[in-house]
């Protein structure tokens, strides 16, 4: 039996998407431990342990909580956005107000009796420990995933967006079925098979109200479930498309797309396969912002290529129509 998630109609109505800053950042230093590697994040990889090499960070007592030869770490480390997410400060926040009973609860499930010296302290004293990670943690997101941040956060929205239209298409079964290898749906139950799981057979100890669903670009290959939380109980889970976010140059267009387009349309196309911003373009194709500009105004019009707005930034991406093309 898999590890099962009980959903009851009112649990499955307040289900939701967020993205989440700060669950990016405990998935980086997880991969930077080798933990669950992903094989698309490994040139991040090799531009963070250059970073790192260049000024280390002082994880004191964050490292511990992460790295520590079992499969879970503390749950306040990751708590569920309280909306859709893309506020650090909000995510910090709630880390922050972690309840001191359920960080020891959480402390004693994930190392037992024998705390080693960074859990006995947070065990000690949790609202000054609370702060001392977030304070960590703040540091390593803007070393390590602010730099990044535009286009993974267009990244995550876009997984958001063709989930969104799964689960218009086909319902909850559907949406589940396309989410992980590892998870399905089931009558009123999502069930988190695999390997990984095979000696975890469990019913998940759900949080209140439904699930908050993740896409998580600098993460790990598989499906994450918290077992036990204060907050929304969250499946992370890896985003659509993020290996094309560390390419350093587009591919090589096929000759059809370039007799049909021209090169540097069908480029843009390409390289548009993960979200971008016309800086983003002019970088990586070496042409100036304007040249991109008007490429991508023939390509919107032509219905190959749609924009949003992420933030502050306008965002272009490659729609199905253009997707068929290449």
Not at 54 to 60: A, G, V
Not at 256 to 274: C, D, I, K, M, N
Request: net charge positive; hydrophobic share 40%.
């Amino acid at each position: 039996m898999p590890m099962t998630i009980e959903l009851g109609v009112a649990e499955l109505a307040a289900t939701r998407f967020a993205i989440s800053p700060l669950s990016e950042t405990v998935a980086c230093l997880q991969q930077l431990a080798g933990l669950d590697q992903n094989t698309v994040n490994r040139p991040w990889l090799r531009w963070a342990r250059e970073e790192l090499e260049r000024e280390p960070l002082d994880l004191s007592w964050t490292w511990p909580l992460l790295v520590n030869g079992r499969l879970g770490w503390p749950e306040s480390l990751v708590p569920a956005p309280q909306d859709a997410g893309d506020s650090l400060e909000n995510d910090l926040d709630a880390l922050r107000r972690t309840p001191e009973d359920r960080v020891r609860a959480s402390l004693d499930r994930v190392f037992g009796e024998r705390l080693p010296h960074a859990a006995a302290a947070l065990a000690l004293d949790p609202a000054s420990g609370l702060r001392k990670i977030a304070e960590e943690l703040r540091e390593a997101h803007d070393r390590l995933v602010a730099p990044h941040w535009t286009r993974i956060r267009a990244a995550l929205n876009a997984d958001i967006g063709h989930r969104a239209r799964q689960l218009a298409a086909g319902g909850t079964e559907r949406l589940f079925a396309d989410l992980h290898p590892d998870l399905c749906w089931h009558i009123d139950r999502v069930m988190l098979a695999g390997d990984r799981w095979r000696d975890r057979h469990r019913v998940v100890t759900r949080g209140p109200n439904g699930l908050v669903l993740m896409p998580v670009a600098l993460g790990s290959p598989h499906a994450l479930v918290k077992n036990n939380t204060s907050t929304q109980t969250t499946i992370r889970y890896p985003a659509r498309g993020t290996g094309a976010l560390w390419a350093t140059g587009p591919r090589a267009a096929t000759p059809a797309a370039v007799r049909l387009l021209g090169r540097t349309r069908a480029e843009l196309l390409l390289a548009l396969s993960s979200p971008a911003t016309t800086t983003d373009l002019a970088h990586t194709l070496g042409v100036t912002p304007s040249a991109v500009s008007q490429h991508l105004r023939v390509l919107r019009d032509s219905g190959l290529v749609a924009r949003e707005r992420s933030g502050r930034s306008v965002l272009y991406l490659t729609t199905p129509l253009g997707e068929r093309l290449l």
